[in-house]
């Protein structure tokens, strides 16, 4: 972060102790300083961290050398137009009691806190609704304490009512008791999910209806959580590569490039030029992979199934390509910490080239039906338009943000992988509504297909793995012949890579958003936390604002262009 | 060079769009040129006749897995527990015994992977020393009726062989 805003900081916030964590200023405040400081970072227009990109806790119980308070609540914040990126960190003295909650100030940390809640146990005084969320509502205790055990299963054996939280949605929207019950204005409560095929997964949307028009939404998650923080809390470094694939699964290359980059931040890693830019044609390419799963779906739940088969068609035949580089067609698995896990086999740019011609055809027989297609129009055009400063405010970003008309994208604002050598536009659009998010997709994945064809001309030869004893495998020829790689190959699995003690916040610009990691090591090959921000999580914690005052399939439409996915969501 | 920010323009305003007939017909044109296409000749259309036309497999497909043999038929494999540390869904397990045959000190007496649990993310590939196991089987489909028939053993793992030639295998890349 510049100089000048540290500096302006310091003077606003002369309790705080300030630190720097590779481009993260950290400030530890006290926890009755916390809402205050919080509140004056959101409104100073100086300051203007509009952003509020994640929240969550550490539970200090087992780290080596800790002493006072157990836990530790994170807020992480982004002023996007100044590319300064903020964590502000309070230690909490009793969980009961907790600390007050900043859902007045970003209604993100509504979701967020929530979850801190549900996973840490940590009481947000003033929050509206502090219910668990990933986890189901008879659970017993919290996962992400350190003294909860992984084996503690539990089973949910009646589903949620919900009764309270949509009844209280729809006073906040202004229906009371007795327009539900009145018979010419009768409520109609409806389910849509959490097996539904229209939610394209696991999701449950009760909704509350008069006639087709939505009056109040509320949304129940959870249903794909399996424990990736807690599990990764169980693994080495390199063993959490497979299970970033089920994150996003429609993109899990790019899961696992945002996942090995924030460790390799951290530990200094350079990776060699041939890998960056194996990462960035890769991660493009996913990026439109994405976007194809994302905008043919949307286009099916319009009901024109024709589109479909032109945009998937073509992501198919990508899978046999992704088979043959990774060995796999979903999880590809395809990094490692300090580099590429193979290289690019023999004759992959012709595959490559082949692919994204046979992409391109399929994205413009698409466009031909629905771009200037009235009833594509009349059904996107200013249907759940959001804008730009309330998806701000929920936490938005990616392309919803971008289609409400706020440039923000990691790749241009804080560039990676050499970003910045490329020449490349980031679409955006005007409205937020369903159309231009749609739009903005479509001109995403020819930017990415621009960024792939300079990515291809410009790669360099070399090796995709840096040669360093401590984090590379050494060759297999290597481990076969000579004793000395043998006992480094038997160190680096049996104890992992051993990761600087330390915590960091490393981010990440998904298909979806920004994909953050925030990690807490205790300097072992096992991470003491590994939090992900998920970008679709702030997006579903929205979607009730967008879809009330809509029609029933509007809400569908919707859903499928703020692009969920299970995987990520539930974690 | 680098990113420049570009407003996508919204269409609808014109009248061939609002008239919805003019740009419906074009949109047809597109649906038709398919449709002829693929009525003329069909063996363009994305459509694999599985099973009787399998896919293609490459020597990197992460397949079910094997336990690879020397010449004489003595198990490769020397119980030194690298795959099952590695394994990120923990579902390999092995008990060692001893090794009487002079190559090595111990062998496996049992080597079960529970095919249930493999995530088949390559991890026991990449860690073992002694390229003892492999996935270049080819085998993608597996289907039982019964939870206990997917726990693999050694006689099965050692007795599947490779797909693919060792030239091939090797070109993989490591």
């Known amino acids: ?571 | 060079m680098s990113a420049k920010v570009k407003v996508v323009k919204r269409k609808g305003d014109t009248l061939p769009e609002k008239l919805y007939l003019v740009e419906v017909l074009k949109g047809m044109k597109t649906s038709f040129g398919h449709f002829w296409r693929n009525l003329r000749d069909n063996s363009r259309l994305y459509v694999r006749h599985y099973p009787e036309q399998q896919p293609e497999i490459t020597p990197r497909w992460r397949g079910r897995h094997r336990l690879t043999t020397h010449e004489d038929g003595s198990i490769k494999c020397v119980a030194c527990f690298m795959c099952q540390t590695n394994c990120p869904s923990r579902c390999i397990m092995i008990e060692a015994g001893e090794r009487l045959d002079d190559r090595d000190e111990k062998l496996p007496v049992r080597f079960d992977i529970d095919l249930l649990e493999c995530i088949y993310c390559g991890y026991c590939v990449e860690a073992c020393p002694k390229d003892a196991i492999r996935m270049d089987t080819g085998i993608f489909s597996l289907v039982e009726h019964n939870r206990e028939k997917m726990l693999v053993g050694l006689d099965e793992l050692a007795a599947t062989p490779g797909a693919f030639t060792e030239d091939d295998y090797q070109k993989r890349g490591l």
Request: proline share 4%; net charge negative; aromatic share 12%.
């Open chain 1, 1 to 571: 972060m510049d100089a000048t805003a540290i500096e302006i900081m310091k003077t606003a916030f002369p309790y705080g102790q300030f630190t720097e964590v590779l481009d993260t200023v950290v400030i530890d405040v006290p926890e009755d300083k916390l809402h205050g400081t919080l509140a004056r970072l959101r409104n100073y227009p100086d300051l203007d961290f509009s952003l509020l990109l994640d929240v969550t806790a550490v539970d200090y119980l087992h780290y080596p050398g800790h002493t006072g308070d157990r836990f530790a609540v994170v807020y992480t914040l982004r002023n996007w137009k100044k590319n300064r990126l903020l964590q502000v960190k309070s230690r909490v003295a009793d969980p009961v009691k907790g600390v007050v909650s900043a859902t007045d100030l970003w209604p993100a940390a509504n979701w967020a806190e929530r979850e801190v809640f549900d996973q840490y146990g940590i009481n947000f005084k003033r929050h509206p609704d502090l219910r668990r969320i990933l986890n189901h509502w008879q659970f017993q205790g919290h996962p992400l304490r350190k003294d909860f055990d992984i084996e503690n299963r539990q089973i949910c054996l009646e589903s949620d009512s919900l009764e309270g939280p949509i009844k209280e949605r729809l006073a906040q929207n202004g229906v009371d008791e007795s327009t539900i019950k009145d018979i010419n204005t009768e409520v109609m409560f409806l389910n849509l999910g959490p097996s539904h095929p229209a939610t394209h997964g696991a999701i449950r949307i009760l909704t509350a209806l008069d006639g087709e028009t939505i009056l109040a939404n509320v949304n129940e998650i959870g249903y794909l959580h399996r424990g990736f923080e807690k599990t990764a809390e169980q693994r080495t470094y390199n063993q959490i590569v497979p299970l970033t694939d089920r994150l996003n699964y429609c993109s899990s290359m790019l899961n696992n490039i945002a996942y090995v980059k924030a460790v390799e931040s951290w530990m200094g890693i350079e990776i060699t030029e041939r890998a960056q830019f194996m990462r960035v044609v890769l991660s493009e390419f996913y990026r439109i992979q994405d976007h194809l799963v994302c905008l043919a779906a949307n286009l099916v739940d319009m009901g024109g199934l024709t589109n479909y088969w032109y945009l998937y068609n073509e992501k198919e035949a990508s899978y046999d390509f992704i088979s043959r580089l990774t060995g796999a067609r979903l999880t590809s698995s395809f990094t490692r910490i300090g580099g590429m896990y193979r290289d690019f086999y023999e004759g992959w740019e012709v595959d490559m080239e082949n692919q994204l011609k046979d992409i391109e055809k399929g994205i413009s027989d698409c466009l031909a039906l629905v771009l200037q297609n009235r009833i594509v129009h009349e059904r996107t055009q200013n249907c759940c338009a959001f804008p730009g400063e309330t998806a701000l405010a929920y936490g938005f970003t990616g392309p919803c943000l971008r289609a409400s008309g706020v440039p923000f994208d990691l790749r241009k604002d804080a560039p990676y992988y050499n970003y910045e050598a490329f020449d490349f536009n980031i679409p955006v659009g005007t409205n937020g509504d369903i159309y231009d998010r749609m739009m903005v997709r479509f001109e995403e994945m020819f930017e990415s297909m621009k960024i792939i064809r300079q990515a291809m001309k410009m790669i360099p030869g070399g090796p995709v793995f840096i040669d360093n004893k401590r984090i590379a495998l050494p060759s297999k020829n290597e481990v076969y012949g000579n004793i000395e790689a043998l006992a480094s190959h038997f160190k680096l699995i049996f104890d992992g890579i051993q990761v600087p003690k330390g915590e960091w916040y490393d981010s990440f610009e998904a298909a979806n958003g920004e994909l953050g990691f925030h990690f807490v090591s205790d300097g072992s090959g096992q991470p003491y936390k590994c939090k992900v921000r998920p970008p679709c999580f702030y997006k579903m914690g929205g979607f009730h604002e967008m879809v009330e005052g809509e029609m029933v399939a509007d809400a569908i439409l919707n859903l499928g262009s703020i692009n969920i996915i299970g995987g990520e969501l539930d974690r």
